[in-house]
Protein backbone atom coordinates (compact mmCIF):
# COMPACT_ATOMS: atom_id res chain seq x y z
CA UNK A 1 0.00 0.00 0.00
CA UNK A 2 1.80 3.25 -0.67
CA UNK A 3 1.54 6.13 1.74
CA UNK A 4 -0.68 8.96 1.18
CA UNK A 5 1.51 12.31 0.62
CA UNK A 6 1.24 15.18 2.42
CA UNK A 7 0.18 19.09 0.88
CA UNK A 8 0.23 22.22 2.25
CA UNK A 9 -1.54 24.58 0.60
CA UNK A 10 -2.72 27.93 1.98
CA UNK A 11 -5.64 29.39 0.96
CA UNK A 12 -7.63 32.75 1.28
CA UNK A 13 -11.48 33.82 1.42
CA UNK A 14 -12.11 36.86 -0.01
CA UNK A 15 -15.15 38.36 0.72
CA UNK A 16 -16.24 42.06 -0.64
CA UNK A 17 -18.42 44.07 0.81
CA UNK A 18 -21.84 42.33 -0.01
CA UNK A 19 -20.72 39.31 0.79
CA UNK A 20 -20.13 37.24 -2.04
CA UNK A 21 -17.16 35.04 -2.27
CA UNK A 22 -14.36 35.30 -4.75
CA UNK A 23 -13.84 32.18 -6.53
CA UNK A 24 -11.73 31.16 -9.21
CA UNK A 25 -12.06 28.55 -12.38
CA UNK A 26 -9.39 26.53 -12.72
CA UNK A 27 -7.60 26.65 -16.02
CA UNK A 28 -9.23 23.58 -18.09
CA UNK A 29 -5.42 22.19 -18.84
CA UNK A 30 -4.73 21.65 -14.79
CA UNK A 31 -5.64 18.81 -12.80
CA UNK A 32 -9.47 19.40 -11.80
CA UNK A 33 -9.48 21.90 -14.62
CA UNK A 34 -12.60 23.59 -14.75
CA UNK A 35 -13.40 23.12 -10.68
CA UNK A 36 -14.43 26.50 -9.08
CA UNK A 37 -12.08 27.10 -5.75
CA UNK A 38 -10.67 29.44 -3.69
CA UNK A 39 -7.19 31.58 -4.09
CA UNK A 40 -4.08 29.71 -2.89
CA UNK A 41 -1.38 27.35 -3.71
CA UNK A 42 1.47 24.89 -2.45
CA UNK A 43 3.29 26.46 0.28
CA UNK A 44 7.63 26.80 -0.98
CA UNK A 45 10.36 25.42 1.25
CA UNK A 46 10.71 27.87 4.36
CA UNK A 47 7.79 29.83 4.09
CA UNK A 48 5.12 30.23 6.54
CA UNK A 49 1.72 29.44 5.55
CA UNK A 50 0.58 33.28 6.55
CA UNK A 51 3.48 34.43 3.84
CA UNK A 52 2.67 31.45 1.40
CA UNK A 53 -1.14 32.73 1.42
CA UNK A 54 -0.17 36.47 0.66
CA UNK A 55 2.39 35.23 -2.19
CA UNK A 56 -0.63 32.81 -3.74
CA UNK A 57 -2.88 35.44 -3.34
CA UNK A 58 -0.56 37.97 -5.34
CA UNK A 59 -0.37 35.73 -7.94
CA UNK A 60 -3.82 34.54 -8.64
CA UNK A 61 -5.22 37.52 -8.21
CA UNK A 62 -3.12 40.38 -7.98
CA UNK A 63 -4.64 41.30 -4.91
CA UNK A 64 -1.44 42.91 -2.72
CA UNK A 65 -2.19 42.58 1.32
CA UNK A 66 0.23 43.06 4.36
CA UNK A 67 0.18 40.20 7.24
CA UNK A 68 -2.09 41.92 9.13
CA UNK A 69 -4.78 42.11 6.58
CA UNK A 70 -4.84 38.39 7.02
CA UNK A 71 -6.94 36.65 9.48
CA UNK A 72 -6.62 33.24 9.78
CA UNK A 73 -9.55 31.01 10.21
CA UNK A 74 -8.99 27.24 10.70
CA UNK A 75 -6.81 24.58 9.53
CA UNK A 76 -8.48 22.11 7.57
CA UNK A 77 -7.60 18.73 5.70
CA UNK A 78 -9.14 17.05 2.42
CA UNK A 79 -7.90 13.42 1.25
CA UNK A 80 -8.07 12.89 -1.86
CA UNK A 81 -7.76 8.66 -2.54
CA UNK A 82 -6.91 8.98 -5.95
CA UNK A 83 -4.31 11.00 -6.03
CA UNK A 84 -2.86 9.20 -2.45
CA UNK A 85 -2.94 12.96 -1.39
CA UNK A 86 -3.97 14.85 1.44
CA UNK A 87 -3.90 18.62 1.80
CA UNK A 88 -3.78 20.50 4.83
CA UNK A 89 -5.27 23.85 4.17
CA UNK A 90 -4.33 27.03 6.25
CA UNK A 91 -7.34 29.10 5.93
CA UNK A 92 -7.35 32.68 6.17
CA UNK A 93 -10.22 35.56 4.90
CA UNK A 94 -10.35 39.40 4.86
CA UNK A 95 -12.80 41.58 3.17
CA UNK A 96 -11.62 43.78 -0.18
CA UNK A 97 -13.63 46.47 -1.28
CA UNK A 98 -13.89 47.68 -4.90
CA UNK A 99 -11.01 45.51 -6.31
CA UNK A 100 -11.35 42.45 -9.11
CA UNK A 101 -8.94 39.83 -9.77
CA UNK A 102 -6.38 40.23 -12.56
CA UNK A 103 -5.96 36.25 -13.00
CA UNK A 104 -3.43 34.89 -15.14
CA UNK A 105 -4.82 32.52 -17.69
CA UNK A 106 -2.28 29.71 -16.95
CA UNK A 107 -3.67 29.40 -13.84
CA UNK A 108 -7.59 30.23 -13.87
CA UNK A 109 -9.67 30.51 -16.99
CA UNK A 110 -12.44 32.61 -15.15
CA UNK A 111 -13.46 34.51 -11.75
CA UNK A 112 -16.62 35.51 -10.09
CA UNK A 113 -18.40 36.86 -6.62
CA UNK A 114 -21.16 34.51 -5.14
CA UNK A 115 -23.16 33.97 -2.36
CA UNK A 116 -23.05 31.12 0.03
CA UNK A 117 -25.86 29.64 -1.45
CA UNK A 118 -24.42 29.82 -4.68
CA UNK A 119 -21.30 28.15 -3.59
CA UNK A 120 -23.49 25.56 -1.56
CA UNK A 121 -24.78 24.57 -5.18
CA UNK A 122 -22.04 24.62 -6.70
CA UNK A 123 -19.78 21.75 -4.19
CA UNK A 124 -23.67 19.86 -4.43
CA UNK A 125 -22.97 19.95 -8.52
CA UNK A 126 -19.38 18.80 -8.00
CA UNK A 127 -18.51 22.41 -9.71
CA UNK A 128 -16.11 22.96 -6.91
CA UNK A 129 -12.65 21.36 -5.43
CA UNK A 130 -13.48 19.57 -2.08
CA UNK A 131 -14.30 21.43 0.91
CA UNK A 132 -14.97 24.95 -1.07
CA UNK A 133 -18.54 25.20 0.72
CA UNK A 134 -17.13 24.07 4.69
CA UNK A 135 -14.45 26.34 4.46
CA UNK A 136 -16.53 29.71 2.70
CA UNK A 137 -18.95 29.00 5.67
CA UNK A 138 -16.05 28.85 8.22
CA UNK A 139 -14.54 32.17 7.23
CA UNK A 140 -17.96 33.86 6.94
CA UNK A 141 -18.95 32.74 10.54
CA UNK A 142 -15.69 33.86 11.93
CA UNK A 143 -15.99 37.34 10.08
CA UNK A 144 -19.86 37.64 11.42
CA UNK A 145 -18.81 36.63 15.03
CA UNK A 146 -15.99 39.31 14.92
CA UNK A 147 -18.99 41.68 14.35
CA UNK A 148 -17.44 42.88 11.18
CA UNK A 149 -21.33 41.61 9.52
CA UNK A 150 -24.50 41.57 11.22
CA UNK A 151 -25.92 38.55 10.26
Not at 11 to 40: Q, T
Not at 48 to 67: C, M, N
Not at 120 to 128: A, N, P
Amino acid sequence: MKKTKIHVVPCVVIFNKERKVLLMKRASNKRNGGKWEIPGGSLRYGESPRSGAIRELKEETGFKLSPLELIPVDTFGFIYPDMRVEFIIPLYTTVIEGKDPVIRPDEHDDWGWFSLDQVREMELTDRTMKGVYTMVAAAKRLLEGMGLWIS
